[in-house]
């Protein structure tokens, strides 16, 4: 089964609205990834965020980890219409199995 | 500008009529990845090369194969397609197994 399941499956906002999608996952990690991926394209990596890390921050881009719950937010604020895309997280395990496991994404809409 | 490059971007054969797509890299990674992913779905990992170790998941069929030459280019042959294949295939190449992934832009493969 997959690693990573997030919530909700689609999202649509007003312009300027901010932004939240959920991942939870099963198993310890190393590390939880988010990438971005625009229709019919490859994806776009966005932030890595380390198990022994809580938040981090990229220009409009936040993400927390809470590893107690297996859980990870992303928060997109001011959201722009060219942020209208399919959002990924991606878990590396922490026994070392040297790849990622994506989660069923969530498909954001921005509204003009 | 270092990046991923796939070729070609769409891909249209015959049921039963074998097909190679490539990848190229310039960012000098040890790690490559291929994936398949069907629409609105998560990418799904078919293997991937740690230098020249070769690592095949469980659950990719026999049907999928993949070469890796050199440290710049990974093949990724497809024996005899089936209607299930019609998929979009993603690269996507790493300095460390578990870490950023820097995606192509993807082959839309088509099966007729």
């Known amino acids: 089964s997959q690693q990573g399941e997030e919530d909700p499956q689609a999202l649509s906002i007003q312009e300027g609205e901010n932004a939240t999608m959920n991942c939870s996952y099963k198993t310890s990690i190393n590390n939880l990834q988010w990438y971005r991926q625009n229709s019919g394209r490859g994806l776009v990596h966005l932030i890595l965020i380390r198990s022994n890390e809580r938040e981090k921050h990229s220009g409009r881009l936040r993400v927390t980890l809470d590893t107690s719950k297996k859980s990870s937010s992303l928060l997109i604020t001011a959201s722009r219409a060219a942020d209208t895309a399919s959002y990924f997280c991606?878990?590396?395990?922490?026994?070392?199995?040297?790849?990622?496991?994506f989660g069923t994404g969530t498909r954001l809409t921005i509204i003009p | 500008d270092a990046m991923v490059i796939q070729n070609p971007r769409y891909q249209v054969t015959q049921f039963g009529k074998p097909v190679t797509l490539s990848c190229s890299q310039t960012?000098?990674?040890?790690?490559m990845y291929w994936y398949q992913q069907k629409s609105s779905q998560a990418p799904k990992l078919l293997f991937h090369?740690?230098?020249?170790?070769?690592?095949n998941e469980a659950d990719t069929p026999d049907n999928f194969q993949s070469r890796r030459p050199n440290t710049s280019f990974c093949f990724l042959d497809i024996r005899s397609p089936g209607l299930g294949d019609a998929a979009m295939y993603l690269c996507a190449t790493s300095w460390l197994a578990g870490e950023t992934q820097y995606f192509g832009p993807g082959t839309r493969l088509l099966v007729l």
């Open positions: 991606a878990t590396e395990q922490n026994f070392g199995n040297e790849k990622l496991t």
């Open positions: 960012l000098n990674h040890n790690v």
């Open positions: 090369y740690y230098d020249k170790d070769f690592n």
